[in-house]
């Protein structure tokens, strides 16, 4: 018992075209073989900092909100930035940032062709500029990880008997939020 009905009909039409089909295959697998084989290093490096920055976001926000497990809530990276405090914490200084890795990382994650020397990375530079002003970079993807690294810091939750000092030390900054 035959499974697919149909097939020799189908042959029978394309045959006068196989040519040309053949040819516009050949040219779309030049084009899918280029995708293929393309550097895709910066694809990995930005979600492997999306990721370790998630990792530190989620035990941040299980802290400030005394959450036990915040991902039984299953809340998307955005909703995590979003519930980051924009005044008076630590946190407060790299919202602007970690929403905009996020808006990179999302480009990434719908489009084969980004550059990520062309994407604003703004919030995260003006991180970098305070805490790292001797830093220099090459390209985006270098600052990403700088600033990454800066926000995990940020992230850490001190002990007990540092957290009065930490917050103190915060309690006037103000991330202001002009829609990213």
């Known amino acids: 018992m ?4 149909g097939l020799e009909h189908a042959l029978e039409v394309l045959k006068p075209k196989w040519e040309d089909f053949n ?3 050949e040219e779309e697998n030049a ?4 995708l293929l084989e393309a550097d895709h ?8 900092a999306h990721l370790i920055l998630e990792h530190y976001l989620t035990r941040y926000l299980e802290s400030y909100f005394s959450i036990e497990s915040i991902d039984a809530i299953r809340l998307s990276f955005a ?3 979003e519930l980051l405090p924009s005044t008076g914490s630590a946190a407060s200084v790299i919202k602007l940032g970690v929403k905009r890795l996020n808006a990179v990382r ?3 994650a719908h489009r ?5 020397d062309d994407l604003d990375v ?5 991180v970098i500029r305070i805490f790292r002003p001797e830093a220099k970079f090459e390209g985006n993807l270098q600052r990403i990880e700088a600033f990454m690294t800066i926000a995990v810091t940020f992230l850490i939750v001190p002990p007990p008997d540092l957290q009065q000092t930490f917050a103190d030390a915060f309690s006037q900054v103000r991330a202001i939020d002009h829609e990213l």
Do not use: P
């Not at 290093?41 to 492997?48: A, Q, V």
């Not at 703004?122 to 003006?126: L, Q, V």
């Open 2 to 5: 035959r499974e697919i009905e």
């Open 23 to 25: 040819r516009h295959f």
């Open 31 to 34: 084009k899918f073989l280029a």
């Open 41 to 48: 290093d910066s694809l990995g490096r930005i979600l492997k």
């Open 79 to 81: 909703q995590k930035a």
């Open 106 to 108: 999302n480009r990434f």
């Open 112 to 116: 084969l062709d980004v550059d990520l």
């Open 122 to 126: 703004n919030a995260m530079e003006e």
